[in-house]
């Protein structure tokens, strides 16, 4: 006998008074309802139903069972329901790709966050300012700065990063503070980022008002972003960064911003996946969830 169902046949026929929408409801032949009552009532050795030709009703002995029954199955229908909850729980490997900065100042601190919400998804992260190929390479998705130009991919907005200029104490101690965007391109050392596909340097940019104002030379240069926070805190000239990546240092005194009536157009930044990826459960709660971790609460777009 299959107990378990002879249960819900009982309870059900209890609350219905008919075999037929017993049947009916447990989409089960009446002759099928019909035995596995018969044989739930010789394994408890008592009767647990009164028949009649028009009726049907539990005897004492019936109802006091119903009561228990009723408890058991509604708690392994919560089992049941928790169980395939836990399965239906998005798994398996994600592949990331972010620049350097990003990942070390912001992603890497946020994934313990990320793997305590989501802990069957294991994350392969791939850290370089290089653009990778999302699909040649077998990459989920990619974090991309700056302006977006594949219109093959799917794009949505994570934030605008702002800038902040920034030296470190010793450097401004043995060569001043910059009073002005031409003071600290005429006086002061400078440190930039370069683009590694091209070579191109990224000049440091100051805007106030209708003004703007490009420095684009420089004593030292790299194409990794953390490389350019460190020639910064090595007091090797004055920078440009990202706030959020460098705010730790600046909290701790180890930088210092200068130069701040002059702000610097925000850097945009998009998580890019391809189209046909946006179903695989795992890419889209990483997406939701980097949205609402790292957003600035500005519309997608």
Same mark, same amino acid.
């Given at each position: 006998m299959n107990q378990l169902l002879a249960m819900r046949a009982f309870v059900r026929l209890v609350e219905?008074?008919?075999?037929?929408?017993?049947?009916?409801? #447990?989409?089960?032949?009446?002759?099928?309802?019909?035995?596995?009552?018969?044989? #739930?009532?010789?394994?408890?050795?008592?009767r647990l139903l009164n028949r009649t030709t028009r009726a049907v009703a539990a005897t004492s002995d019936g109802l006091e069972y119903y009561s228990?029954?009723?408890r058991l199955?509604?708690?392994?229908?919560?089992?049941?329901r928790a169980l395939r909850g836990k399965k239906a729980k998005p798994s398996g490997h994600l592949r990331i790709d972010a620049p350097a900065s990003f990942a070390t100042s912001l992603l890497i601190p946020a994934l313990a966050d990320f793997h305590r919400e989501y802990p069957d998804i294991t994350v392969a992260l791939g850290i370089s300012d290089r653009t990778v190929n999302i699909v040649g390479e077998?990459?989920?998705?990619?974090?991309?700065?700056g302006s977006?130009?594949?219109?093959?991919?799917?794009?949505?907005?994570?934030?605008?990063?702002q800038?902040?200029?920034?030296?470190?104490?010793?450097?401004?101690?043995?060569?001043?503070?910059? =009073?002005?965007?031409?003071?600290?391109?005429?006086?002061?050392?400078?440190?930039?980022?370069?683009?590694?596909?091209?070579?191109?340097?990224?000049?440091?940019?100051?805007?106030?008002?209708?003004?703007r104002y490009?420095?684009?030379?420089?004593?030292? =240069?790299?194409?990794?972003?953390?490389?350019? #926070?460190?020639?910064?805190?090595?007091?090797?000239?004055?920078?440009q960064h990202l706030r959020r990546c460098v705010q730790p240092h600046l909290d701790s005194g180890e930088l210092v911003a200068i130069l701040e009536g002059w702000t610097r157009p925000p850097l945009p930044l998009h998580i890019v996946y391809p189209p046909n990826r946006h179903p695989n459960a795992r890419l889209s709660v990483f997406v939701?969830?980097?949205?609402?971790?790292?957003g600035d609460g500005a519309p997608s777009r």
């Open positions: 219905t008074g008919s075999f037929s929408r017993t049947a009916d409801h #447990l989409a089960l032949p009446r002759s099928t309802v019909t035995k596995l009552i018969s044989d #739930l009532e010789k394994h408890l050795g008592t228990h029954a009723v199955i509604a708690e392994v229908d919560s089992v049941d077998g990459v989920d998705c990619a974090i991309r700065a977006l130009n594949e219109m093959t991919m799917v794009g949505r907005r994570l934030a605008e990063l800038y902040v200029t920034c030296a470190a104490p010793g450097y401004l101690e043995r060569m001043g503070t910059p =009073s002005s965007p031409a003071d600290l391109e005429k006086n002061h050392a400078h440190t930039a980022y370069f683009f590694a596909a091209t070579g191109k340097l990224d000049p440091m940019i100051f805007e106030r008002g209708d003004h490009e420095v684009a030379d420089c004593a030292f =240069s790299t194409n990794d972003g953390n490389g350019l #926070l460190e020639m910064i805190l090595s007091g090797l000239g004055v920078g939701g969830w980097a949205i609402q971790k790292f």
